[in-house]
């Protein structure tokens, strides 16, 4: 069977490695496994004492995890918004050092046709990131109804031919199922017309975010990553999109500004502060240099932000 690791490039990864601010006895989380490549990078500069775990849904992902035999290391199945009852336990008191997300799909699922989440290649229209739990893409598509694919389309995918696409899919499915990635992609490449990205780009975006409610995990772990995070901890979040990176820059931004105050109200700075306890700061925002883009033309959208817990006497 081919490896369809191979071809895998961490995005960012130096910027990341910079970033996290790796301390001798730090604990570390890359909430997003994949095909390991942070993870294994991390693993390179701690010492004897620090620790990493890794958290995916993906049975392949935790396959490729478990190859790993390093004492410091530890790999956790399911979703990473579960991340504060995973680790509740071990960590209550804000104790975690480092928190990595690299979100979206990895080149693995990307290149196995069998995931169903390339357009370019054929294959059963899945898009589950953990196949074994819920309903499928093409499943999903001959239940939905034109009013909630259409919203899908547009909120998720930012597609302004949404509508037209989703009466298109219903129509199709009543004569012909869709069951195929080949099939939804022909369909939608006779409706849009060509752009600067492949015409099925947003579509397929949207409806592996609705299948596997990715903002919705993204939303959380973020909230919660907060309430585990060491004083001078670091959350790192690259995201590939405008959808996610918007709920990551509101986050980031929101718990690290005071709330606005109409002119004309007295109130001291101290009472200001008071108003709302800021929990961050934001540190910087990375982009892929030429060189990285040119060797990986999959991180040409990537940004990364940093941001950091404030300190106890902050």
């Not at 294959?123 to 109804?145: F, H, V």
Request: aromatic share 6%; proline share 4%; charged share 25%.
């Amino acid at each position: 069977m081919k490896d369809l690791t191979i071809n895998h490039i961490p995005v960012l990864l130096k910027e990341v490695i910079q970033s996290l601010k790796i301390t001798s006895n730090g604990i570390y989380i890359d909430c997003t496994f994949g095909c390991g490549g942070h993870t294994k990078e991390i693993l390179k500069h701690l010492t004897k004492e620090n620790k990493l775990y890794a958290i995916d849904k993906d049975p392949s992902s935790i396959k490729i995890a478990k190859k790993i035999k390093d004492r410091r290391f530890h790999i956790i199945s399911g979703n990473f918004s579960h991340i504060l009852k995973n680790f509740r336990k071990q960590y209550t008191q804000e104790k975690v050092h480092g928190i990595l997300l690299d979100l979206g799909i990895s080149s693995m699922q990307i290149n196995d046709s069998r995931r169903g989440f390339s357009f370019l290649s054929d294959g059963p229209l899945d898009m589950r990131m953990n196949p074994t739990i819920g309903i499928t893409a093409a499943q999903w598509l001959m239940k939905s109804n034109l009013k909630s694919l259409s919203k899908v389309l547009y909120n998720f995918g930012e597609e302004r031919f949404s509508k037209k696409i989703a009466k298109t899919i219903i129509k199709q499915n009543q004569i012909i199922p869709i069951t195929r990635t080949i099939q939804l992609t022909t369909l939608i490449k006779k409706i849009v017309p060509k752009r600067r990205k492949h015409p099925a780009t947003k579509t397929f975006q949207a409806i592996r975010i609705h299948i596997n409610k990715e903002l919705d995990e993204l939303s959380k772990v973020l909230k919660y990553a907060l309430k585990i995070l060491a004083p001078n901890g670091r959350l790192l979040v690259i995201s590939f999109h405008s959808l996610e990176d918007r709920i990551v820059k509101k986050f980031m931004l929101k718990n690290s500004t005071l709330p606005f105050i109409p002119s004309g109200i007295a109130i001291t700075e101290t009472q200001l502060k008071n108003l709302k306890k800021l929990e961050l700061k934001i540190i910087k925002k990375f982009f892929p240099t030429q060189s990285e883009i040119h060797s990986n033309p999959r991180a040409r959208s990537a940004i990364l932000r940093v941001a950091e817990k404030k300190g106890i006497n902050e």
